[in-house]
């Protein structure tokens, strides 16, 4: 089993930028595919981003537009969301997500293990 705490999130004006970093506990973090999803309220979680085990290859909402950056460090059993150009509909809790397979898939019923959230809220 895999642990993942979220982190980064809180309040930032539109056109700002933050970093959410994803924290696991675990020696097998690399056998994961990894997803961040989000999720306002009243609406059901949304895929925004996923990275394969290795990092090579990754996947985007369309919502994401180009602002948006994934990454994984393996060896800091980490992985990232760089959000940049924020909107105000960006505002939800952010989750990670770890899948035990090689590509990420953009379902949420697809990932067994899930953070507890991080609140993004942006500004109008």
């Known amino acids: 089993q895999v642990q993942l705490v979220e982190s980064g999130g809180g309040l930032v004006q539109a056109g700002g930028s933050l970093r959410l970093s994803c924290a696991a506990a675990?020696?097998?973090?690399?056998?994961?595919?990894m997803g961040w999803f989000r999720q306002a309220p009243g609406k059901e979680r949304e895929f925004v981003a996923g990275?394969?085990?290795?990092?090579?290859?990754?996947d985007y909402a369309d919502f994401v537009e180009g602002r948006f950056t994934i990454s994984r460090d393996n060896a800091k059993n980490t992985v990232y969301l760089q959000m940049n150009s924020l909107k105000p509909e960006d505002t939800a809790v952010y989750y990670c997500a770890a899948d035990f397979t090689f590509v990420p898939g953009r379902a949420p019923y697809e990932y067994k293990y899930w953070g507890q959230g991080t609140q993004v809220t942006v500004s109008s």
């Open positions: 675990g020696r097998t973090f690399s056998s994961y595919a």
């Open positions: 990275i394969s085990r290795s990092g090579v290859s990754t």
